[in-house]
């Protein structure tokens, strides 16, 4: 496990943007696992910058992403789909057909994760999975919880979660009360690990995550037994490190 301390958050997702790109120039057909949220935006502002600088090819590049919401179709604007398209996919070269999110429209949960497991194992697997860090050390969707998830599975999502994300709807009532996420088993046959954190307020999950005992209270706690992890924090989130 490495961990580079940087400034700032645009400094992270720089840093972080190296990572990947250096991940497509080394194996241009590579399959990289993707994330949402606030925390890659500017990863994949970054990453769009250098492609339009010609300094990224993405034509050969496939892409599994970690979650979706269970009951949106794909335009809605809160889905994750969406999210990847309009802040990632739709301004570079990758091949839409290369680009896969879980269903949110499969009603059958079991179908759905036994179907997204093929996918990613057809594809032989996650070269570079790209992550972010909850304020209460969740990774995906993955809540801390008394074990560690398995494979991919649809998860109940917690009042916290619920709440957190209700500023993105009309109301609470709007806001999916499920999502599919690739499961602790699935993040960790990844061949290679980045995770990104940015901000004060992660900062207790952080050095947990890398200090603290391995335990699925602190999901992200499960990365210490990976074999090749990196972690891009800037300043506030290591704020809490011990020196």
């Known amino acids: 496990m490495r961990v580079y301390q940087v400034k700032s958050y645009d400094d992270m997702s720089r ?19 993707l994330a949402t949220g606030s925390s890659p935006i ?4 970054q990453l769009i910058d250098w492609y ?29 789909y969406y999210f990847m398209y309009n802040n990632l996919f739709k301004h570079v070269n990758i091949q839409l057909d290369n680009t896969n999110v879980p269903n949110g429209m499969e009603p059958d949960s ?28 969740h990774i995906g969707f993955n809540e801390p919880d008394e074990t560690f998830g398995t494979i991919t599975h649809c998860v109940n999502l917690t009042e916290s979660t619920i ?9 609470i009532d709007d806001v999916p009360k499920q999502a599919y996420t690739m499961g602790i088993k699935t993040i960790m046959k990844a061949k290679k690990i980045l995770l990104i954190v940015s901000g004060e ?5 952080l050095a947990q995550a890398v200090h603290g005992p391995v335990t699925p209270k602190l999901p992200a706690s499960i990365l ?20």
Do not use: W
């Not at 840093?15 to 696992?33: T, Y």
């Not at 194992?121 to 972010?132: M, P, R, S, T």
């Open 15 to 33: 840093k972080a943007a190296n990572v990947i790109s250096a991940q497509i120039i080394m194996k241009p057909d590579c399959v990289l696992g």
């Open 42 to 45: 500017g990863t994949y502002k």
């Open 52 to 80: 339009n600088k010609g300094d990224l090819d993405f034509s050969q590049v496939k892409s599994v992403n970690l979650d979706e919401y269970k009951g949106l179709p794909r335009d809605n604007e809160q889905s994750y």
């Open 110 to 137: 079991e179908k759905e994760c036994l179907r997204y497991e093929e996918v990613i194992a057809k594809l032989g697997g996650v070269d570079l999975q790209l992550l972010g860090l909850g304020r209460n050390g």
């Open 163 to 171: 709440d957190a994300n209700k500023r993105f709807f009309a109301s």
């Open 201 to 205: 307020d992660k900062a207790d999950a």
């Open 224 to 243: 210490q037994l990976h074999n090749d992890v990196v972690i891009v924090a800037d300043e506030a989130a290591c704020s809490k490190m011990p020196k």
